[in-house]
């Protein structure tokens, strides 16, 4: 999969963007503040119809847009998928209201029929590395959730439809363990929430343990590779409703022992997340809220046993993101059948010397990847000479040829 032309019109700092995409390896260089990473970030919004830096989608439409009634921010794109040629149109459309500022809405077009954007997240592969991806590892739990769910969505589009089922089941059931916490009343009013979390949940839980081993499998063997063989990394999953329970009577160990949570099939988990569930109604209740589910879950890096989001230095986190990073485009290929597109924003600058040599010699196999850089010297001469340069100076698009 790659990238045959992008435009962009209205976009953070691009007023207007018309280019087209060679395959291969191309380097974005330019200063700080100019739209490096604005590109890279439109590029990831095809695949996921998210910002990794906007808090909000309207933020995305450039400030220098003419504020009128009426301000649309689009990115079309042109790929390869396969042996057939798409083109993706995403519009942010921002109306003014008579009496309520503005409000914004989203227009996704596929081969120009417009689609629900739940069933075109990974029709486009892209997978994202950025210095503060660090917080993958050392962050709050949300963001490894985050990172977990935009990888599964890519290569499975019923697992979007169920996060999305869920999430709204989940806050209709808090509403209500609200509600009968501080009203009172039947609960058995949650019986039908329940139901919707449990079938919704388990599905979520199985993915993600299917997800985290493969992940886990192909990022070891990286990590080994890049650390010499000197450390083991492991991505322990850490479910809210674990489907794994040690027997009664049963001495915890004092060591962290990886759990096969592989041959729990989806059923079982439900029926066992149904049981938790009944089990924990009475203290949900009191607390108001729901504290069993894939919505609470966690993952931990351990690299020899070590917990990296504790004790990992910054040296020890940054291999483990890039082995996690490198495992991902593989185990997007083997998902999907395509090499996703490769998105590097200031990486290069983060690593050492080996480390960038290690990356780059990943990077023969995929079918295109945009790196962005302040400084060409970072990368060697004989690589910058093969790949295709472009420069980026307050919105605009020079080109090497």
Known sequence: MYLTHLSLSNFRNFMRLDTPVPQGTLVVVGDNAQGKTSLLEAIYYLATFTSFQAGQHRELISFLAPQENLVVGRIVAEYRRGEKNHRLEVRLIQEAQKFNGSRLRREVLLDGAKKKISGLVGHFNAVLFLPRMMSIIDGAPTERRRYLDLAISQTNPHYTASLSAYNKALGQRNALLRTLHERGGDPE??????????????????????????????AAIIHSELTRGAERLRLAYRPAYDPHREPKNQLALQFDTPIDRSKFSQEEIATGFHEALKAAQRAEIARGQTTLGPHR????????????????????????????KIAEINWMKTKTGFWPVLLLDEVL????????ADLIAHLTEIKQALLTTTDLDLFAPEFVQAATTWHVRSGRLHTDH
């Open 189 to 218: 009013q949650l019986s039908y929430w329940d139901e919707q979390i449990i079938q919704t949940g388990a599905y979520i839980i199985r993915s993600r343990i299917q997800a985290i081993a493969e992940l886990e499998e192909q």
């Open 297 to 324: 879950d966690d993952i931990q890096f351990l690299a020899n046993g070590i917990d990296l989001g504790i004790y990992g230095s910054r040296g020890q986190i940054r291999t483990a993101l890039l082995s996690l």
């Open 349 to 356: 600058a983060e690593l050492d010397a080996l480390r960038r």
